[in-house]
């Protein structure tokens, strides 16, 4: 996908070379958390959390929201880059960084577009950047964690080694696999304006586990869909191949193929991001309409 260098004016920071330490932030799933136990609540206690995250998937997990946690002093890590605080060292530490923050500009100036065309009010989150611990609002940054995003700071937060992880790991390789995060969180953030996430947390508060669990995934199947957007809204930008390896990496991140992979066996009540069908399904109704209006996952058959 042939994406423009980014904006200098995006809203980026940068914690690689400082240690997060302390607390960690409680559940709400965002792009590849599937173990059960790890998002059945949000507001689930962090420890627990992370706990599980490593034991079950040692990768690909974050939070959506949740409880924060006592934040001890940062530690230098040995080893990872250090960047200037201005816009454009950070984002050129390494390609895995210009890639992330392009990306990320090129979601901000299209949802902020459609915001505009629909009368809506626009606000625009940050891209964290972090190296193994970091620390954000919502508590610990984990690079076990994978990329999430935080609603109380408005944050998305990456590790860039993820995107190693991404292909090896999963087999999703390519640009457009990684453009596929970051518009993932991004419409996380989308959901968060909209007050969409505040509903489903209400749900996971007051609800079974199985309705919480219910309503995560169609949390996430819309912000899958809500990616879909953003690449249709960016039509003309897209190479052969793109489609394909979005569809990959929808595929490879399914509730149903991580488990059987972690565990060996399907529990599809304990779901909480969707089947590798789903995830592709909505992906693709994004892509093919490139209309927000089109991602309603909350009403009728996902």
């Given at each position: 996908?042939?994406?423009?260098?980014?904006?200098?004016?995006?809203?980026?920071?940068?914690?690689r070379g400082q240690g997060g330490g302390g607390g960690f932030g409680g559940g709400g799933g965002l792009l590849f958390g599937l173990?059960?136990?790890?998002?059945?609540?949000?507001?689930?206690?962090?420890?627990?959390?992370?706990?599980?995250?490593?034991?079950?998937?040692?990768?690909?997990?974050?939070?959506?929201?949740?409880?924060?946690?006592?934040?001890?002093?940062?530690?230098?890590?040995?080893?990872?880059?250090?960047?200037?605080?201005?816009?454009?060292?950070?984002?050129?530490?390494?390609?895995?960084?210009?890639a992330a923050c392009n990306a990320f500009s090129s979601a901000d100036k299209t949802w902020a577009a459609i915001f505009q065309r629909?009368?809506?009010?626009?606000?625009?989150?940050?891209?964290?950047?972090?190296?193994?611990?970091?620390?954000?609002?919502?508590?610990?940054?984990?690079?076990?964690?994978?990329?999430?995003?935080?609603?109380?700071?408005?944050?998305?937060?990456?590790?860039?080694?993820?995107?190693?992880?991404?292909?090896?790991?999963?087999?999703?390789?390519?640009?457009?696999?990684?453009?596929?995060?970051?518009?993932?969180?991004?419409?996380?953030?989308?959901?968060?304006?909209?007050?969409?996430?505040?509903?489903?947390?209400?749900?996971?508060?007051?609800?079974?586990?199985?309705?919480?669990?219910?309503?995560?995934v169609k949390l996430e199947l819309q912000a899958d869909c809500y990616a879909g957007v953003w690449a249709a809204q960016n039509r003309?930008?897209?190479?052969?191949?793109?489609?394909?390896?979005?569809?990959?990496?929808?595929?490879?991140?399914?509730?149903?193929?991580?488990?059987?992979?972690?565990?060996?066996?399907?529990?599809?009540?304990?779901?909480?991001?969707?089947?590798?069908?789903?995830?592709?399904?909505?992906?693709?109704?994004?892509?093919?309409?490139?209309?927000?209006?089109?991602?309603?996952?909350?009403?009728?058959?996902?």
């Amino acid at each position: 996908m042939r994406l423009d260098d980014f904006d200098p004016n995006i809203n980026v920071e940068d914690q690689r070379g400082q240690g997060g330490g302390g607390g960690f932030g409680g559940g709400g799933g965002l792009l590849f958390g599937l173990v059960p136990m790890i998002f059945s609540r949000f507001g689930c206690g962090g420890v627990a959390v992370l706990l599980a995250v490593m034991f079950f998937f040692g990768g690909g997990l974050g939070m959506l929201g949740g409880g924060g946690g006592q934040s001890g002093a940062p530690t230098q890590q040995v080893g990872q880059p250090r960047a200037g605080t201005d816009t454009q060292s950070i984002c050129s530490v390494n390609p895995e960084s210009k890639a992330a923050c392009n990306a990320f500009s090129s979601a901000d100036k299209t949802w902020a577009a459609i915001f505009q065309r629909n009368g809506q009010q626009f606000q625009q989150p940050k891209l964290v950047f972090y190296g193994g611990n970091g620390q954000s609002g919502c508590g610990a940054a984990q690079s076990a964690m994978g990329p999430f995003y935080c609603p109380r700071d408005r944050g998305v937060y990456l590790d860039t080694s993820f995107f190693a992880e991404l292909a090896d790991k999963f087999g999703a390789k390519g640009d457009f696999a990684q453009y596929y995060v970051i518009a993932h969180e991004f419409g996380h953030h989308i959901q968060n304006l909209l007050g969409t996430s505040d509903q489903v947390s209400r749900i996971q508060r007051s609800g079974s586990e199985v309705e919480g669990n219910q309503a995560s995934v169609k949390l996430e199947l819309q912000a899958d869909c809500y990616a879909g957007v953003w690449a249709a809204q960016n039509r003309d930008r897209l190479e052969p191949g793109d489609i394909e390896e979005g569809m990959t990496a929808a595929r490879a991140i399914g509730d149903d193929t991580l488990q059987k992979q972690s565990q060996g066996r399907v529990v599809p009540d304990s779901f909480t991001h969707g089947t590798s069908a789903q995830r592709m399904k909505w992906l693709r109704v994004g892509m093919e309409s490139g209309d927000p209006n089109a991602c309603n996952t909350f009403e009728g058959a996902i």
